[in-house]
C-alpha cells in the first residue's frame, strides 16, 4: 500500500475530485479527515469508506478558525498528520463586468486564503512527519475562460503559492508543495452546471473534439490516480512543480479547424 499509516486531511472531498481522492487514499492504507460543507453527502462518503478509515469534518473552509480545527481533529483522532490535499474551491461564474469587490474576496478566501492558512496550520506537524502538501489547482490558472474570471484569478495565485512555498517549506522544513491543474472533469456538479447553462441530460456524451480529442472528458478516479503519487514516498524530494492533467496542451495549443460546436457556456 503506497499510504499505508498515512493521515491525510482532504477538504471538499463529500463530492468530484475530492471524494475520488480520498477513496483512492483509503484503498492505499491512509487515514483520512473528509471535510466539506454538505453533512449529509458527508456522511454518506464516511459510511462508504468506514469510520475506521475516516472522519467527517463538517464546516465551511473559509470559516475563522476552520484550518486550525481540521488539524486538531487529525491530530486528535488519529495522532499525527503526514499531508494536506488543498481541493475544496469555489467554481464561480463571473466576468469583468460582474465581479465586484465583495465577490471576488470572497473567491479568494475560498480558492486560494483558505489552502495557504491550513498549510500554516498544519505546518509543525507536517515538518515532524516530513510531510507534502498537495494543491489542487485547474489548468484555468494559466488565463481562464471569460466567464471564470476570479475563478481563474484565484487558481493562478494558488498556483504561484505552491511554486513559492515549494521551495521555501522544503528547504526550512523538509516539506514537500506541489499542484495538480485538472482539466475538464465530469465531477456531479460539472454535469448539473452544463445543464443549468441548457444542455441536454447526456451533454458529457458528445463532446466536439476541439475540447476532447479523445472523445470524452476525464473523470475524477483519473485525477486520483494522479494524486497518490504526489502524496505518496514516491515522488521523493520532488517539489514546488505544478502538472497539469489535461488531454491537450493549454499553452501552444494547435487550435482545430472546426471551432463552430462549441458548447454552451
Not at 494536506?84 to 461564474?93: D, L, P
Not at 479568494?108 to 489547482?137: H, K, M, Y
Not at 472528458?217 to 497518490?228: C, D, F, H, N, V
Amino acid at each position: 500500500m503506497r499510504l499505508k499509516d498515512k493521515v491525510i486531511i482532504i477538504t471538499g472531498s463529500t463530492t468530484g475530485i475530492g471524494k475520488a481522492i480520498a477513496k483512492h487514499c483509503v484503498a492505499e492504507g491512509a487515514k483520512i479527515i473528509l471535510h466539506g460543507l454538505e453533512e449529509d453527502l458527508g456522511m454518506e462518503v464516511l459510511q462508504e469508506i468506514g469510520s475506521e478509515h475516516a472522519i467527517f469534518h463538517h464546516e465551511d473552509i473559509s470559516n475563522e478558525g476552520c484550518s486550525d480545527r481540521l488539524v486538531d481533529v487529525a491530530v486528535k483522532t488519529w495522532g499525527k498528520l503526514d499531508a494536506i490535499v488543498n481541493n475544496a474551491a469555489w467554481v464561480s461564474t463571473s466576468n469583468i463586468s460582474t465581479t465586484d469587490r465583495t465577490f471576488l474576496q470572497k473567491v479568494l478566501d475560498i480558492n486560494t486564503i483558505s489552502p495557504f492558512l491550513l498549510i500554516q496550520s498544519a505546518l509543525s506537524e507536517l515538518s515532524n512527519n516530513r510531510g507534502c502538501v498537495l494543491n489542487i489547482g485547474s489548468v484555468n490558472a494559466w488565463s481562464g475562460e471569460p466567464n471564470l474570471l476570479a475563478y481563474s484569478i484565484s487558481k493562478g495565485a494558488l498556483m504561484t503559492m505552491s511554486r513559492n512555498l515549494g521551495d521555501v517549506l522544503m528547504r526550512e522544513h523538509g516539506v514537500r508543495v506541489n499542484q495538480i491543474n485538472p482539466g475538464w472533469v465530469l465531477t456531479e456538479r460539472e454535469r448539473e452546471r452544463k445543464k443549468q447553462h441548457g444542455l441536454s441530460d447526456t451533454w458529457y456524451e458528445s463532446i466536439p473534439a476541439m475540447y476532447a480529442p479523445s472523445g470524452r472528458i476525464l473523470w475524477p478516479e483519473e485525477i486520483a490516480a494522479a494524486a497518490i503519487y504526489w502524496l505518496s514516498d514516491e515522488s521523493g524530494p520532488i517539489s514546488g512543480q505544478v502538472v497539469d492533467l489535461e488531454q491537450h496542451p493549454m499553452i501552444g495549443r494547435n487550435t482545430p479547424k472546426d471551432t463552430n460546436t462549441i458548447p454552451k457556456k
